[in-house]
Each structure stands twice: as structure tokens, then as C-alpha cells.
């Protein structure tokens, strides 16, 4: 057996892609989500299992080596306006397990495979002074992933996934969650602290990437990256400034290129071929990118074409 952390040290490791649009192709309707809550990707984990499955199953049958749980707005603010808060612990638990069960597929013991638990953020900036996105205290922000950490790591993760996130302060309250759960329950399990940034290379609220990597760089974590927001050219100047540190392991997690507004719906057209000739070019100018995958508009053709380029080395 080798650990994720191990994994990371002797190899690339290639992550699954987008969660959200998958579902999307499926197309849901009201009934199929807890309660016919519209929109409530998360809660298939209870209400369709064998859907959530099956968007694991296409990323490990590309070649994924690691796939992410349907957990991404699962932390207990998030669910609470589905009215699931109090079952936060369990309901993570549960889409670890599920992910897990996937990975243990005959068909998938060719190779260790592994389950990173996906903790998005919670829809407030407790740095802001908004009326309303800053109404939640810290103590808050940071109590709304205890439930979810625990329950991922009981549930069998191999890592935690802070992703997406847009205020440096919720990362650091998410790392500390962590941090106290992994305590709490015994099991270490590493910590991954990523970063969205836009095309200017700026958080949500104007963080640049130097001070959020200097904010969380000391906290023990693991793993630091970028995921969302953009496509991986915007990420380059981001990338570089981070290889320079030679600390922490990179992870590169980029949409299909940035986002066109078609109807009002965000459409990313950027090809298999085009997003992973880009990944190439950073694992072969940036040596502590250790981890590449997807992010929105992804599928697994681009997970596959990331595959191809990672089986040359």
C-alpha cells in the first residue's frame, strides 16, 4: 500500500474531473433530490447512489488516480439550507464510503486508487464586512466543518480537499477543522489548502496568491493549489511564483478554459487536447506540480488525454 503523500513523491498523480456538470448531463429532475430539493447535487448520494457512482466509475476507467467525494457543499451551513445540517457527519461519511466502494471494484485494483474528501466553501467570506456574507463569526465558519471533516476522515479519505476557496481566512479556519478532527479522531490524513484565483491572479476578495500562500504555507498542511475560477493559462504566473518557494507540493486543478456566457449558462470550450497540452507544459517546467486534474467543463475525456501525457514519463 502506498499512501497518498507517498504516491505524490514518486509520481504525478492525475485527479478526477468536474462533479457538477456530470450530474447535469444525467439530467436530474426535482424528484430525484432529497425532499425534490432542485439543485441539491449533494443529496444523491442518498436519493441516487448508483448516478453518483457512475461519474466515479467513467473518471477511474480513464485512468484517474484519485477521485473526489460528492461532498463539496456538504460542510454543516451548506447543508443546513437543505435542512440536513444536523446530519452533516453522517452524510459525509456515507459519500466517502460510497467513493471508496467504487475504488475497490475489481475492475479498479489494478493500481492503488484513492479518495480525497472535497470540503468547498460555505457561501460566506467571514473576511468581508457585506451585511450579508459576513454575518457568520469565525467560530462559525470553522464549526461548520468540523462535522464534515470527521465524517470524511471516518468515512476512509486518503486526504482533505479545501477547494474553491475565495477568502484566505475561511482556509485557514477550514485547516484548523481539520487539523483538531484529525486530533480528535486519531487518523492522520493530509490536508490539501487550495486557492481560487481570477485572470488578474487575485482571490474574491483581492488576495493575491503571495499572502495566501504565506497566510497557510506555515499551518502544516500538505499540499497547496490552485483549482476553479479559470482556465490553466490565467494560473501560469501563479504556478511559476509558487515552483519558485521549492516548499510544498503543487496541485494544478484548472476549468476547461475560462468561462463564456452562452444564455446565461457559463460554457467552457476548451478541448481534451488543448487543456492537457497546457498541464504538460507545466509539469515540464515546474517540478513541484505534483498533482493535475479538472475542474468545471471537464469530463473524462480530458481526464483521459491528461492520462496519455502522464503514462510518457
Known amino acids: 500500500m502506498t499512501s497518498f503523500l507517498e504516491a505524490i513523491t514518486s509520481k504525478i498523480v492525475l485527479f478526477d474531473g468536474a462533479m457538477g456538470t456530470e450530474i447535469q448531463r444525467l439530467n436530474p429532475e426535482p424528484r430525484d433530490f432529497p425532499d425534490s430539493r432542485d439543485g441539491f447535487n449533494d443529496g444523491l448520494t442518498l436519493n441516487k447512489p448508483e448516478w453518483i457512482k457512475q461519474i466515479h466509475r467513467s473518471y477511474l476507467k480513464v485512468g484517474a488516480d484519485c477521485i473526489e467525494t460528492n461532498t463539496f457543499g456538504s460542510n454543516y451551513l451548506k447543508l443546513a439550507e437543505y435542512a440536513y445540517g444536523n446530519e452533516t457527519l453522517e452524510f459525509n461519511k456515507k459519500a466517502a464510503n460510497l467513493a471508496r466502494e467504487v475504488c475497490e471494484e475489481p475492475e479498479f485494483r489494478d493500481r492503488q486508487r484513492y479518495v480525497i474528501g472535497s470540503m468547498g466553501p460555505t457561501g460566506y467570506l467571514p473576511s468581508s464586512d457585506d451585511p450579508d456574507l459576513g454575518q457568520k463569526t469565525t467560530d462559525q465558519i470553522k464549526e461548520a466543518f468540523l462535522p464534515q471533516a470527521e465524517g470524511l476522515i471516518l468515512g476512509g479519505v486518503d486526504a482533505l480537499l479545501i477547494e474553491t476557496s ?15 478532527v484529525i486530533k480528535k479522531v486519531g487518523r492522520k490524513v493530509p490536508i490539501i489548502a487550495n486557492v481560487t484565483l481570477d485572470q488578474y491572479g487575485k482571490m474574491l476578495l483581492g488576495t493575491n496568491i503571495q499572502a495566501a500562500y504565506t497566510t497557510v504555507s506555515d499551518m502544516e498542511i ?33 476549468n476547461a478554459g475560462m468561462p463564456q456566457n452562452e444564455g446565461g449558462k457559463a460554457v467552457y470550450k476548451m478541448t481534451p487536447s488543448a487543456l492537457s497540452e497546457k498541464l504538460k507544459e507545466f509539469i515540464e517546467n515546474y517540478n513541484r506540480v505534483r498533482i493535475i486534474g479538472g475542474c468545471c467543463g471537464t469530463n473524462p475525456l480530458h481526464i483521459a488525454e491528461m492520462r496519455k501525457i502522464l503514462d510518457l514519463y
Open 166 to 180: 475565495q477568502d484566505i481566512l475561511e482556509v485557514k479556519l477550514a485547516i484548523e477543522a481539520c487539523h483538531d
Open 222 to 254: 500538505d499540499v497547496f493549489g490552485l483549482n476553479c475560477s479559470t482556465g490553466p493559462a490565467e494560473m501560469t504566473p501563479s504556478v511559476r511564483w509558487l515552483n519558485e518557494q521549492d516548499e510544498l507540493p503543487i496541485l494544478v486543478v484548472p
